[in-house]
Structure formats: structure tokens, C-alpha cells
């Protein structure tokens, strides 16, 4: 029972295939009490639902990462759920389905500052209110990709928000280090998710990685939960301010 008696937030949990729904699975059952956060009211029933299927104790908040009154209004609900947080799964991304096909040339200003702000500045959003009710220490985790470091076709914009995510957690990790609070991300490698299906040639990106990568395999959502658990526990506890590649080993490939 690794997270037991530790209490942490996963935000991103839209559905059964959502990888934050692995994460919560693996973190749930391994003892950790859970808040999931949605982003809004129509979500809500479905989450409910989500979190009735973990093995453990698990409450569902509404936050929308876009919008600091709601992500104030979550840090007070959740502060009054749970004075003290042990560690937060950050899953969110988002960017206009019109941004992720054609050329990464052709980017709209407003679909940059989308991306980039839901996708990237988030992270900071969510650290500068969570890493307080941090007071024993605790994990932040997020998830990015290798189109953060590798031109990935019809991803466009979102390699730039993931490089911007990837550079937020090393600052971060710097940021509230001495305070106990590690910061990482995990690489994942493709993922047939909601998110996922916004990228226009998702299909073809998953029979590459899958007939290219060492392990000759897709990466699953539970082997992503798996290593985000290993970052969450304190099995982790010299590490932060890396990113953890979790993608049957694609992202070391020349060809
Ligand atoms: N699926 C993949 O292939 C893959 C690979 C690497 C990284 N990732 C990353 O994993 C994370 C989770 O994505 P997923 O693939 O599980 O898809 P998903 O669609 O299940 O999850 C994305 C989540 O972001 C949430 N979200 C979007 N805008 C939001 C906002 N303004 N406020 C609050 N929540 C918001 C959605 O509600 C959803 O829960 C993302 O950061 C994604 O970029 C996915």
C-alpha cells in the first residue's frame, strides 16, 4: 500500500479511457483517498460515476484550469476536504481541433494562447494553489509527450505548450524543493483517448510507435498509472524536476 494515509488530487479525468482515470485507479489502489476534479457542471454526473468505480475513497470537485475563480473556488473546496494534500496528478490539455492538422506554420494567435494556457500555464496555476496544502511534503505530476522535443505530424501547437509544460516542471521542482514538494512529468506514448482523437492521423502515430518502439507495443493508460504511482510514492523520493518517458521505449529511436 504505497499512498497509504495520503490523500491527492487528480485533475483530467473525462472518461474510462482518460489516463488520469489510471492514474486514480493505480493511486486508489494503493490506499490514497482521492478528489477528482472535472471541468464543469455537465461533467460532473459522469465523474461521480467514475469515482464510484475506484476501490477506495474518491470526491469529485469542479475546476476549470482556464479560469482562476474556479480554480480558487476548488483549492478552498479541497482545502476544506483535505487540509493537508500529499500529491496532484495533472492530466488537462487542450488546443482548438483546427490547430491540429495542416501546418504548425499556419497557428492561430488565439489557438496559440489556448494551448499554451490550458495545456502549459496550468501546471503553475494548480502548483502555486496546491504546493501549499502541501505542509508534509508531497508529489506533482503532469503528463507531456514527445512532441514536446521531436516534430510530431498535425500535433502543432501542442509541442510547444508540452515544451513549455516540460521547462514549467523544472522550474517548479526548483521552486518548491526545499519545501519538500517535487515536481515531474511522464511521457506517454500514444494513447487512444478524447484528447487523442482531436489530432488528425492519431491511427497512423500509434501503428508507428507500435511496429518502431524497442518494446515492439502501444504504450496502456495502466502503464502510465504505474509510473505515475512509482512518481507519487515515496519510491520516488530523490527524484524531481525530470520527465519520465513511459512509450515502449519510442523516443530513443533514430528511425
Ligand atoms: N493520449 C495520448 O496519446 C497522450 C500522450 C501523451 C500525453 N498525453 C497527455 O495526457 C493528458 C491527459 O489526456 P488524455 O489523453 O487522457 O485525454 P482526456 O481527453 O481523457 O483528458 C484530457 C482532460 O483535460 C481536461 N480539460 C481540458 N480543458 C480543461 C480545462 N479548461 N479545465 C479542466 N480540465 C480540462 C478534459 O476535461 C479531460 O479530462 C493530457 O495532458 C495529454 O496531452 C496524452
Redesign the pocket.
Known sequence: MLLEGKTGVL?????K????FACAKAASAQGAKLIL???NER?EEATHKLAEALPGEAQVVI????KDESLDAATEVIAGLAPQLDFCVH????ANREELEGRFSQTSRSGWHTALD??AY?LTAVAKRFAPLMTEGGSLV????LGAVRVMPNYNV?GPA?AALEASVRYLANDYGPQGVRVNAV??????????SGISGFSQILDIAKERSPLRRNTTPEEVGDATLFLLSDLSRGVTGTTLWVDSGYHTMGL
Open positions: 485533475l483530467g479525468v473525462a472518461n479511457r482518460s489516463i488520469a476534479t472535472c471541468q461533467l475546476c476549470d484550469v482556464s492530466s488537462v490539455a487542450f490550458v495545456s496550468s503532469t503528463m507531456s509527450y501542442m508540452k511521457s506517454s506514448g500514444p494513447i487512444r483517448t478524447l484528447a487523442a
